[in-house]
């Protein structure tokens, strides 16, 4: 078991030094969380279907894409309550999932 060692920060100008250097650290995670959620955003359906499907890859991948071709028509069918919006197409996606886990343990 490893302890880590803080160094005493003495004086003001390393208390600076200590500020500046967090603050960076802190930007770059919070720059890198942002560019995990726009890619969440960008392929959730992928993600989500790919991953969560009880098929092999190959057959997830089939599954996926037939599940977005329905549900690029159930948001045409309604523009108002999809367009633009996330998480009512993430809902959708995971209903669709669970109703396939749940009829595939049937089988």
């Known amino acids: 078991m490893s302890h880590k060692t803080t ?5 003001l100008d390393k208390l600076k030094f200590e500020k500046v ?9 919070e720059q890198l969380i ?14 989500l279907g790919e991953a969560l ?3 092999d890859p ?12 329905a549900n690029n028509l159930i948001a045409g069918l309604f523009p108002g ?3 633009g919006k996330i998480l009512p197409a993430i809902v959708l996606k995971l209903m669709q999932i669970v109703m396939i886990k749940t009829f595939a343990k049937k089988r």
């Open 53 to 55: 499907l009880p098929y």
């Open 58 to 69: 190959s057959q997830n991948i089939k599954v996926n894409a037939l599940l977005d071709s």
């Open 81 to 83: 309550f999809f367009k």
């Open 34 to 47: 942002g560019l995990k959620i726009d890619y969440f955003k960008e392929n959730y359906n992928t993600l």
């Open 7 to 11: 160094a005493k920060i003495d004086n």
């Open 21 to 29: 250097k967090l603050q960076t650290y802190c930007t770059y995670q």
